[in-house]
């Protein structure tokens, strides 16, 4: 079963490399799927693929790449075993935000990503990636709360962007408070789903402390609020 997740994953991606259907495709590098594990418990979705993500075709690799790994060592995970994709899977010009338009074009294939993995937490960063799930919503109000979806025994859970922890330190608590708070949120689903509970935050292992803060170019997606 893990082969055959993977290999749908992997012809999704072929076809998100050979998609022309937007204007995102033309003058970027790489195409960004997605990557992580078929079978992850916590899906990530972001907004758009960043200058750095362009460059190697994989999603959050530069700073905000830098922080989410920090916050998810802080809960004892890695990115092996969560999966990690984007609204939209090319990069909008000048990191600019999404269009509706552009949005709803690649809506189809991350659909058929959520549909194969299955994954108990649906995690969003940042505004565009919660409006599929708390529309008209605003995330400084309700970040870390999470939504659960009991037809599909699946909770939704928002969270800033990292690149606005990045911008504005003062978010950093939030984001680890809501990162722990995720935790316990996977516990409650799983037993919703009748499976194990993940390992408790008291058997995780110090971590080394985030990336300062200095700027980096270009800069990341910030329009976040």
Known sequence: ???DRAAVLAAIEEEVRACTACRLYQGTNNPVPGAGD??????FIGEGPGFHEDRLGLPFVGRSGDYLNYLLNLVGLN??????TNVVKHRPPENRDPSPDEI???????????????PLVIA????????????DARISSIHG????????QRVYYPLFHPA????????RRDMETDFHRMIEVLAKVKAMRGEDAPQSEAEHQPQSPPPDDKPEEPPQQLRLF
């Not at 078929?38 to 899906?43: D, K, Q, R, S």
């Not at 709803?104 to 299955?118: A, P, S």
């Not at 606005?164 to 978010?171: E, F, K, S, T, V």
């Open 79 to 84: 990115r092996d075993q969560v999966f990690i």
């Open 124 to 135: 969003t960063l940042g505004r565009y990636s919660m409006a599929r799930y708390f529309p």
């Open 104 to 118: 709803v074009t690649c809506k189809g294939f991350l659909d058929r990503q959520i549909g194969i993995i299955n």
């Open 164 to 171: 606005a922890a990045l911008r504005n330190p003062g978010l």
């Open 38 to 43: 078929p079978h992850a418990e916590i899906m």
């Open 145 to 152: 709360q999470p939504r659960y979806d009991t037809d599909n």
């Open 1 to 3: 079963m893990s082969q």
